[in-house]
């Protein structure tokens, strides 16, 4: 699917904005927050928080020599302020990919993860002479410390031979004291 296909859903950034709501990064540190875990494949590093501040968490394949690329997998979190239709926002997921350039779409789903609303996209996209292979999973978690936006992207060199994709894996848990509130399941 290409971006003239979806030209008509905003991007994430763009509805946030046409409807007046923020989203406020926030770091592994922060409080009142769900309990995340995110397991990189094996081998991988984390990522200095110096590099990319605003991130919860950057892990990477050691770079190899004579390169200047590393498979890498991006967890953002953040609190959403305003009011914003949860349907609206999981349908705009896709289009963020979809503007890549060159995209190539390998699946694109909706739903519940872990019960929380979600959507999951993955495909292939090329920048200068390079494809990349790219999954990214957004959840959105209501609880009673706030609305919290998660993005999940994993981003490799897409591969030639029959190698699999690297695989990460997300676990998103509520606080104690902290109820999740589920009144706006997605379905798939």
Known sequence: MTAEANSSIPTVAEYLAAVDARYEPITAESEEMPAINCFA???WQRVSRQVFPHAFGVWAQPVQ????WADNATLLVGRLTGAIDPM???RCTATDSRRMPQWHEIN??????DGFPSAAITGTYVVEA???WSHTRYLLVRSRAGCFWIQLTTTARARTDAAPPPTTKLIVRIPPGAEFT???ETTG
């Open 182 to 184: 589920a009144d706006h």
């Open 65 to 68: 020599p004579g390169s200047n």
């Open 108 to 113: 694109y789903e909706t739903g519940t993860f």
């Open 130 to 132: 390079y494809r990349f």
């Open 88 to 90: 609206t926002l999981i």
């Open 41 to 43: 494949p094996q081998g």
